[in-house]
């Protein structure tokens, strides 16, 4: 370790911050589609019309078997094939942006599983007791069954966009420059394995470890409050 | 859309004298042997850890955290680059010229996925035991076990029991997770598809075929475990566990 | 045979126990009694050191088991222990359950352990269910398997940690009849239960505990006849209303 060069570190630091820059765009946008996609999907799946049960199961389990390496490579290829075909005219996206796609189709089928189990975990006999009481459906669901579902969800929900944020760095097969990208490409230039894998990995440690304590202490207030 | 479909490209021969669908095979069974050697490494390291974490002795516990801490907040991709292209340049010249000339590609990619998956396991292994109510424990050590023993007799046959749908989907982690080890150079079925794609262009019959390969051995992993876990499931007792009261 | 010498324990600031001094006879059977949360589970688990106590000392046939020598796998072989909630292994069947802990603490054969096992299976009235496993069993069938598992060991002494307070009212019965039975023959038995029927058959003496001490520790005469506490009286009240 006796020369370990920060210089390295400290001559390449803007193009490193935009790679990380990237990664936390990236997993902010499939965060915040995959959530809202996702919560669709697992509507659907409680629905009690068979052909949208099937649909989202369909949906979910696919992107649960293949490896997301697989997805982001294949997602990259097809869709402007797929585009050409809607549209007819060639429209390049480019690695970076296909990736925004990727991830939250992607993710939507793991935040789905996630409110679903969310939803069923509330007893039914709180929306017995919420029928009881005179509310209506979506009073039920509103007042009673959202609120616990959520709270029971919010540390998995958060978990797994801490799983995305450290996927991100797998933009690698397409050559996108996430964070793990533009070391990779400083190391291809400069020849410092040492000094750019051991930053990304420290760098990724700290804010993944830091999040997961954030999520655990949020969990064990939840606890309290229930 | 102008797709040319070709599905008997894979009987075309690659220009290392093997036809495509031989590529094809050939990565799967690759990533079979990554899969199944790391699983085995995952699950040995994961139950050491575990157990660590459970035991009274708080050094114990704290190698067993940090060890989950460590390999569950790097990604995967960053783990196996630094096994491969750092630790040779840590370690002394000859052990490092070693390790990059004459270790098998193989053994440090299943290493490192075995380490990567084994904090998982940590985590379930931990989580099962922590289930079980204190008083099994307790009833092992009134019979005169010692520690160890609640643990071999007592603790862990019912802690694996009650995590294996947890462990079933690990194991089906570690089959996708193995498509990443290509970037270090393992010819596993991911690298063939990369590879066919770039020789061949068939983007989408070469996808459908992997992806149901990936399908394949998924269900496969599958059936393997609910096989296990029928065979090891204790009457009386309701399916998932109830570790104690 | 045992003796419990000014024990005191605490978990971080909160006292569980303080003060504790008392004696069990070889041969004796004592009932230790007190409302919940009055320490009586953690005293009786401080006999064979699953509670570990930070003043006092208890002594069991002549070993101390707070010594950090005392081989405490060793002493906890000889002092059986029935629990509360069962804790059979579930994934065991019943005679696995009688006769794991034969074999691995005392290294007895597999064939004299089985004849062991059976023998007191048989003795508590349960031996056609000797290959079930536990979750097949109703509770009072688990709880007598049990006693078996604990006596399998050749015990010199028992603890029981409230041996019915799990069990549906119907099952106390046939778990308390084989109580009775073995003290009649003369067990060393410490019994942690609020059966008052069962104290007043076969105890020899009665210990009472509020807040984590020993309030009282009478002959069954005194304490049933002239409680000398206002607290054993009322908690005595209480539960005898029923």
Redesign the interface.
């Known amino acids: 370790m006796g020369d370990f060069d920060f210089s390295i570190i400290a001559t390449n630091w803007r193009f490193l911050a935009e790679g990380l820059r990237y990664t936390v765009q990236v997993t902010l946008t499939a965060m915040v589609g995959g959530i809202l996609l996702g919560t669709l999907l697992a509507l659907m799946r409680l629905a009690s019309l068979w052909p949208l049960q099937w649909l989202a199961a369909a949906y979910i389990n696919f992107f649960r078997s293949v490896p997301l390496v697989q997805v982001i490579l294949a997602v990259y290829l097809i869709l402007p094939l797929l585009l050409q075909f809607l549209t007819g005219r060639l429209i390049p996206i480019g690695a970076d942006n296909s990736a925004y796609f990727t991830f939250t189709i992607f993710e939507a089928a793991y935040y789905a599983e996630i409110i679903r189990s969310g939803i069923q975990s509330v007893p039914r006999g709180q929306v017995a007791a919420g029928y009881a009481l005179g509310f209506t459906y979506s009073q039920t669901m509103r007042l009673v069954v959202l609120p616990q579902a959520f709270r029971n969800m919010l540390p998995v929900l958060l978990t797994q966009t801490i799983v995305l944020f450290q996927d991100v760095s797998l933009v690698y097969a397409i050559g996108a420059t996430d964070f793990f990208g533009a070391a990779d490409k400083i190391t291809q230039r400069d020849l410092r394995p040492v000094e750019m894998y051991t930053t990304v990995a420290v760098v990724y440690f700290v804010l993944c470890f830091a999040l997961s304590r954030l999520v655990k202490y949020l969990q064990s207030r939840i606890a309290i409050i229930r | 859309m102008n797709y040319h479909w070709d599905w008997l490209f894979f009987f075309q021969e690659a220009d290392d004298g093997l036809m495509y669908y031989q590529w094809v095979l050939s990565g799967l069974g690759w990533t079979v042997a990554v899969s199944l050697t790391s699983l085995a490494i995952a699950l040995l390291l994961g139950s050491a850890f575990g157990v660590m974490r459970t035991t009274p002795n708080r050094w114990l516990i704290a190698i067993g955290d940090t060890y989950v801490d460590v390999f569950r907040n790097i990604p995967l991709i960053v783990q196996l680059f630094l096994w491969f292209f750092v630790l040779p340049e840590l370690v002394p010249r000859d052990i490092g010229l070693w390790m990059k000339q004459d270790l098998p590609y193989f053994v440090t990619a299943v290493i490192g996925l075995g380490l990567f998956t084994g904090a998982r396991i940590a985590e379930q292994v931990k989580a099962g035991i922590n289930s079980l109510s204190r008083g099994q424990r307790f009833a092992g050590l009134a019979l005169g076990f010692t520690e160890w023993q609640t643990y071999r007799y007592v603790r862990l046959p019912m802690a694996y029991r009650i995590v294996l749908p947890a462990l079933t989907s690990e194991a089906m982690n570690v089959y996708k997770n193995s498509a990443v080890t290509y970037s270090v150079g393992i010819l596993e079925l991911y690298f063939q598809y990369k590879q066919i794609i770039e020789k061949t262009s068939q983007v989408l019959e070469i996808t459908i075929v992997i992806t149901l390969a990936y399908f394949v051995v998924a269900f496969a992993t599958n059936r393997l475990f609910a096989w296990i876990e029928q065979r090891s499931r204790v009457p009386g007792m309701i399916a998932g566990g109830q570790g104690g009261k | 045979m045992i003796a419990i010498n000014n024990v005191s324990k605490w978990y971080g600031d909160f006292q569980v126990l303080t003060d504790c001094t008392t004696r069990v006879a070889k041969g004796e059977v004592v009932v230790v009694c007190g409302p919940s949360g009055s320490g009586k589970s953690t005293l009786i ?1 401080c006999v ?1 050191a ?1 509670e570990p106590f930070q003043k006092g000392s208890v002594v069991v046939n002549g070993i101390a088991v707070e010594d950090t020598k005392t081989n ?3 002493l ?6 029935v ?3 069962f ?5 065991m069947t019943i005679t696995q359950n009688l006769t ?2 034969q074999m ?3 290294g007895r054969g597999k064939e004299e352990a089985l004849d062991k096992g059976l023998k007191l299976l048989d003795r508590v009235g349960l031996k056609s269910q000797a290959d ?6 109703s509770g009072g069938q688990q709880q007598r398997v049990a006693i078996a ?2 006596l399998a ?1 050749d015990p010199i002494c028992m ?1 029981f940690d409230e041996p019915t307070s ?1 069990l549906d009212p119907e099952m106390i019965n046939e778990v308390l009849d084989v109580m009775v039975q073995l003290a009649r023959e003369g067990m060393t038995m410490m019994c942690v239960t609020h059966e008052m029927g069962f104290a007043r058959k076969v105890a020899h003496r009665v210990i009472f505990m509020d807040q984590g001490a020993i309030v009282e520790d009478a002959t069954k005469d005194d304490f049933f006849g002239k409680p000398r506490s206002e607290r054993a009286q009322s908690f005595l009240a209480k539960i005898l209303q029923h």
């Open positions: 688990k064979n699953l405490l796998p060793r906890r072989a000889q002092v059986g222990m629990f509360q909630h804790e059979l292994f579930p994934h794991v802990a691995k603490v005392l079930k496993f536990p979750g097949q069993l598992r604990a060991m603890l799990a």
